[in-house]
């Protein structure tokens, strides 16, 4: 069911609001940048987001994408706490414009949601991010 969640990063300076399906899943990748980060995702469409504060906070980062076919993805995180809370991409084959929001730093999520939301998981060391790694890649996640 959807419903609108509000998020923040560490020190509070960025929130946002945005609105999310549980039931649709979080998301661990396997790629090399969120297996840095190790960040539990989920998405939301661009229209269904809003940064409510600290947009001059913000600084970005964007990896070299070419040859993906990740699209643009813009990672941003909080220049005084370094958590970063979203990423804004386009990927045609996926949803268009979104959001990917690190589920971590929702504020008004309960553990009961969490629990509950099913975990896929994507192969993007592969760069095959529709399907899961072969369960001996899962460990990394």
Known sequence: ????????????????ECVLDFDEGLRRCNCSFCRRTRM????????????????DHLVSYRADTSGWPVGDVDH???????IRPFSR????DFMGHFY???????D???EEEFSAAPVIYENGLADDFF???????????
């Open 131 to 141: 399907n899961p790694p072969p369960e001996n890649l899962r460990a990394h996640l």
């Open 108 to 110: 008004d999520v309960s």
């Open 1 to 16: 069911m959807k419903k609108t969640y509000h998020g923040s990063c560490h020190c509070g300076a960025i929130r946002y």
């Open 40 to 55: 539990l995702k989920t998405f939301t469409k661009r229209e269904d987001f809003k940064l409510l504060s600290g947009g």
């Open 89 to 92: 991409g386009y990927l045609k």
């Open 100 to 106: 990917c929001i690190n589920a971590g730093t929702l």
């Open 76 to 82: 941003y995180f909080c220049k005084r706490c370094g």
